[in-house]
């Protein structure tokens, strides 16, 4: 049972427009949520979290929304640049057991010229 | 930032092998580490958290007897995968976690049993 969906296995976007990944989630007891990056041969990296008190997070390029009535949350990358040619994680966890991450299946976005 | 090292990268050994891969918190002394692992185009999976000095608490479905986790010290957990078969074949990754504060991963570990 997927608790935490990607549901886009793949994204491009031309550099400088804006980048918009989503995530979907079953699990109402989750109440904190990140995002990692990943490059290949390395492990994620933590990019931006948000937790289920607030419905957005900015931190520069990145801002993440979430829409707890709908489950479901999003990254936004603007302008988007060819370093961020990633895999995207979107994780979620619970409170109390806080850093028991589970992850969706990540996205792939290719920032292209 | 923080730093957490994981040895070694890759692994290509026979069925019945055991295997030990390591993690380290290289800057800091992690409270927690946990040990996950991926199979082709599936979402990391979380098999273990280990907390320095005590047992590891296993996911379910994970066999606790066929990976061993030690975490002896702050700075260091191991994974053993004890008598490896080809179905064990995946890419195992840790984290390391101080606090409140969001996991820091290592690269990763990618193993194939023959």
């Known amino acids: 049972d997927q608790q935490v969906k990607q549901n886009s296995p793949s994204l491009s976007v031309q550099e400088g427009r804006i980048s918009i990944l989503n995530c979907d989630y079953t699990?109402?007891?989750?109440?904190?949520f990140l995002w990692y990056k990943k490059y290949p041969a390395e492990g994620p990296t933590f990019l931006i979290s948000?937790?289920?008190?607030?419905d957005k997070n900015e931190d520069g390029r990145f801002t993440v929304f979430l829409n707890k009535s709908a489950k479901h949350l999003s990254l936004h990358i603007v302008p988007s640049q060819p370093g961020d040619s990633a895999v995207y994680f979107c994780?979620?966890?619970?409170?109390?057991?806080?850093?028991?991450?589970?992850f969706g299946t990540g996205t792939r976005l290719q920032v292209t010229l | 930032g923080a730093v957490v090292s994981q040895h070694p990268s890759r692994v290509i050994c026979k069925s019945g092998t055991s295997v030990k891969i390591e993690c380290r918190s290289l800057?800091?002394?992690?409270?927690?580490m946990f040990w996950y692992r991926q199979f082709p185009k599936q979402s990391l999976m979380l098999m273990a958290t280990s907390n320095e000095g005590s047992k590891a608490t296993y996911e379910q479905g994970v066999e606790k007897d066929k990976f061993l986790i030690n975490h002896a010290s702050l700075t260091l957990s191991t994974l053993t995968v004890t008598s490896a078969h080809p179905e064990d074949s995946s890419f195992y990754i840790c984290?390391?976690?101080?606090?409140?504060?969001?996991?820091?991963f290592g690269d990763g570990t990618r193993l194939s049993i023959l």
């Open positions: 984290s390391a976690r101080v606090g409140g504060r969001p996991q820091h």
């Open positions: 948000i937790s289920s008190i607030k």
């Open positions: 699990n109402s007891m989750f109440d904190y």
């Open positions: 994780a979620a966890s619970i409170a109390g057991t806080a850093s028991k991450l589970t």
């Open positions: 800057d800091f002394q992690a409270t927690t």
